[in-house]
Nanobody
Framework: QLQACGGGLVQAGGSLRLSCAVSGSISSYRSMGWFRQAPGKEREFVAASRRDGGYTYYADSVKGRFTISRDNAKNIVYLQMNALKSDDTAVYYC???????????????????WGQGTEVTVSS
């Protein structure tokens, strides 16, 4: 079970850090990811972290501004979001993939466990 939190209202240019608490061991997931869904749009990939090798992946729209990290001891995945823009307004979901492979790490199909979402609103 995944529990996301940390969303809120922030001004453009500001920062937020989202957290995703994993019930059980985070190491049971081959990959952890963040996705987002803006009003009227489809859910899209934001960032992912692979358990093996520590590789990270980002959507082009957030590269250089967002950072995904994990605390294996606390079983938490973070998404640090800096230089936020109004286009970042969305509900953010964390996801865990026990069998994610490289070709699916940026797709919803690569994940089998989902958190409930936390809302981020960026005011311009």
């Amino acid at each position: 079970q995944l529990q996301a939190c940390g969303g809120g209202l922030v001004q453009a240019g500001g920062s937020l850090r989202l957290s995703c608490a994993v019930s059980g061991s985070i190491s049971s997931y081959r990959s952890m990811g963040w996705f987002r869904q803006a009003p009227g749009k489809e859910r899209e990939f934001v960032a992912a972290s692979r358990r093996d090798g520590g590789y990270t992946y980002y959507a082009d729209s957030v590269k250089g501004r967002f950072t995904i990290s994990r605390d294996n001891a606390k079983n938490i995945v973070y998404l640090q979001m800096n230089a936020l823009k109004s286009d970042d307004t969305a509900v953010y979901y964390c996801a865990g993939g026990a069998r994610t492979i490289l070709s699916t790490i940026r797709t919803m199909g690569g994940y089998d466990s989902w958190g409930q979402g936390t809302e981020v609103t960026v005011s311009s």
